[in-house]
Antibody, heavy 120, light 107 residues
Framework: EVQLVQSGAEVKKPGESLRISCKAS????????FAWVRQMPGKGLECMGT????????RYSPSFEGQVTMSVDRSISTAYLQWSSLKASDTAIYFC?????????????WGPGTAVTVSS | DIEMTQSPSSLSASVGDRFSITCRAS??????LNWYQQKPGKAPKLLIY???TLQSGVPSRFSGSGSGTDFTLTISSLQPEDFATYYC?????????FGQGTKLEIK
């Protein structure tokens, strides 16, 4: 079964660092792009960027460039999203999703989301 | 970035109704358009890709149409489990932007 398992909810203070994870199973991890998607409380979906585990090619959406870092560990089929200094405005649910292609990119498998709360 | 605009933002409907929402791109995206359904507290679910191709396992009451800049998601006869929020997403060029969502509520 193709599955993405995300790390658990986090509560952090402003200025702290954080890394959340997304572990893939049931398919070839290095063959599909990953996307990270943010959903702020009561709001819609925002694509933060994409990363290709095969060569770590990373594309950040302009709004998130310099704010987060995406990475992968191919040895354990896991993608990461990290912050060096959190802000209250980073409070959101963060989804990872597999980006299946063929001729058309689409997010066909999603993780359950990781809730991040940043509060003093 | 390509901007995606959905309308309406919210809608009330009854079980059995026909339901349609539209999604407009700020520039042509050919047919690189996906539709997702999200229920409260859950991850989104892919319904349709390439504007009109039904994802495996999605009921046939869902359909999509359009190309260029204007797209439509239609549910032919609403079922209780269809009340959710729907998002379009363009996959024509990175960043793969989403529409703001359309919340479908029970009347």
């Amino acid at each position: 079964e193709v599955q993405l398992v995300q790390s658990g909810a986090e509560v952090k203070k402003p200025g702290e660092s954080l890394r959340i994870s997304c572990k893939a199973s049931g398919y070839s991890f290095t063959s599909y792009w990953f996307a990270w998607v943010r959903q702020m409380p009561g709001k819609g979906l925002e694509c933060m960027g994409t990363i290709f585990p095969g060569d770590s090619d990373t594309r950040y959406s302009p709004s998130f460039e310099g704010q987060v870092t995406m990475s992968v560990d191919r040895s354990i089929s896991t993608a990461y999203l990290q912050w060096s200094s959190l802000k209250a405005s980073d409070t959101a649910i963060y989804f990872c999703a597999r980006m299946s292609s063929g001729s058309f990119y689409k997010l066909d498998v999603w993780g359950p989301g990781t809730a991040v709360t940043v509060s003093s | 970035d390509i901007e995606m605009t959905q309308s309406p933002s919210s809608l009330s409907a009854s079980v059995g109704d026909r339901f349609s929402i539209t999604c407009r791109a700020s520039q042509t995206i050919r047919n690189y358009l996906n539709w997702y359904q999200q229920k409260p507290g859950k991850a989104p679910k892919l319904l349709i890709y390439a504007a009109s191709t039904l994802q495996s396992g999605v009921p046939s009451r869902f359909s999509g149409s359009g190309s260029g800049t204007d797209f439509t998601l239609t549910i032919s006869s609403l079922q209780p489990e269809d009340f959710a929020t729907y998002y379009c997403q363009q996959s024509y060029s990175s960043p793969y932007t989403f529409g703001q969502g359309t919340k479908l509520e029970i009347k």
